[in-house]
């Protein structure tokens, strides 16, 4: 067989002619599905689905220890800088409420690190008062003087806000639900922000915001919250406040209540 130099070249031009073809012929196919799953993403969001937006959420910007979306971090410049510390209730020698062999000061702990990243992964500068099992004062001092080292932490950092993670006893194990404490008027926005956006994302009993005389509220010089995350003395409130799923829409209430928060300041 003679070989057509020419007759080849025609051929070979005409598959590259048909595979340049279908390369784009994909690409744009491709680019079509991506914005159509895009689309059908943003509609699931915006379908005010809660629980789900806070599982995607985390999974987003804390499990898989990446930053959040492109729209999320927009949203959310307004913690860029700012000074937050978190105070997980209890520790060491003192574990605060215990039942069904679970410690508060478990709950509170596990709640504030992972408030911690979420809030480092919008570019806040968080203090936590205590990371792992311990007090802060020194061992063995008066329960004033520990709180107290809890306050200090502000001073100290020249905080913004203060946010104290606690969880609820009552000799009622009927009584269950979310609360958020405050002292002071300049501590009320904080509170009821973060008491609307936590009931948002559990689902919880609204038992609502309510002005108090605790220590580290009285003591600060900041907008300053406590915050009751539910009640393990409640045994259906107790097995969500142990379950990671459940924490994780507790951090998400808690980070957007200090989002609006800090968004409704800047707009006055
Ligand atoms: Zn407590």
Same mark, same amino acid.
């Given at each position: 067989?003679?070989? +057509?130099?020419?007759?080849?070249?025609?051929?070979?031009?005409?598959?590259?002619?048909?595979?340049?073809?279908?390369?784009?012929?994909?690409?744009?196919?491709?680019?079509?599905?991506?914005?159509?799953?895009?689309?059908?993403?943003?509609?699931?969001?915006?379908?005010?689905?809660?629980?789900?937006?806070?599982?995607?959420?985390?999974?987003?910007?804390?499990?898989?220890?990446?930053?959040?979306?492109? !729209?999320? +971090?927009?949203?959310? /410049?307004?913690?860029?800088?700012?000074?937050?510390?978190?105070?997980?209730?209890?520790?060491?020698?003192?574990?605060?409420?215990?039942?069904?062999?679970?410690?508060?000061?478990?709950?509170?702990?596990?709640?504030?690190?992972?408030?911690?990243?979420?809030?480092?992964?919008?570019?806040?500068?968080?203090?936590?008062?205590?990371?792992?099992?311990?007090?802060?004062?020194?061992?063995?001092?008066?329960?004033?003087?520990?709180?107290?080292?809890?306050?200090?932490?502000?001073?100290? +950092?020249?905080?913004?806000?203060?946010?104290?993670?606690?969880?609820?006893? +009552?000799?009622?194990?009927?009584?269950?639900?979310?609360?958020?404490?405050?002292?002071?008027?300049?501590?009320?926005?904080?509170?009821?922000?973060?008491?609307?956006?936590?009931?948002?994302?559990? !689902?919880?009993?609204?038992?609502?915001?309510?002005?108090?005389?605790?220590?580290?509220?009285?003591?600060?010089?900041?907008?300053?919250?406590?915050?009751?995350?539910?009640?393990?003395?409640? /045994?259906?409130?107790?097995? /969500?406040?142990?379950?990671?799923?459940?924490?994780?829409?507790?951090?998400?209430?808690?980070?957007?209540?200090?989002?609006?928060?800090?968004?409704?300041?800047?707009?006055?």
């Amino acid at each position: 067989m003679v070989f +057509n130099f020419s007759c080849f070249r025609k051929m070979v031009m005409k598959r590259m002619r048909i595979l340049v073809a279908s390369i784009v012929l994909l690409n744009l196919l491709f680019t079509n599905l991506v914005v159509f799953a895009d689309q059908n993403y943003s509609t699931t969001i915006e379908k005010n689905d809660l629980k789900n937006q806070a599982l995607t959420y985390m999974e987003n910007s804390v499990l898989n220890q990446t930053s959040p979306n492109n !729209e999320e +971090n927009n949203s959310n /410049k307004i913690l860029n800088k700012k000074i937050i510390v978190i105070d997980p209730g209890h520790g060491g020698s003192n574990p605060g409420a215990t039942q069904y062999g679970m410690r508060e000061s478990d709950n509170n702990l596990s709640v504030g690190l992972k408030l911690k990243k979420l809030l480092e992964n919008s570019g806040a500068k968080v203090i936590m008062t205590r990371e792992t099992d311990r007090s802060v004062a020194e061992e063995g001092v008066q329960l004033k003087q520990e709180l107290q080292a809890r306050v200090d932490l502000v001073d100290v +950092n020249n905080a913004d806000v203060f946010i104290s993670i606690h969880s609820n006893a +009552n000799e009622n194990a009927d009584v269950h639900g979310v609360m958020t404490f405050y002292y002071n008027d300049i501590s009320k926005r904080l509170a009821v922000d973060i008491q609307k956006s936590l009931i948002e994302f559990t !689902e919880a009993t609204d038992k609502g915001t309510e002005k108090e005389n605790f220590y580290v509220l009285r003591n600060n010089k900041i907008p300053a919250v406590l915050v009751e995350m539910g009640f393990i003395t409640n /045994k259906s409130e107790a097995i /969500k406040l142990n379950d990671d799923v459940y924490r994780n829409a507790l951090v998400n209430g808690l980070y957007n209540g200090i989002v609006n928060y800090f968004n409704e300041l800047n707009i006055e």
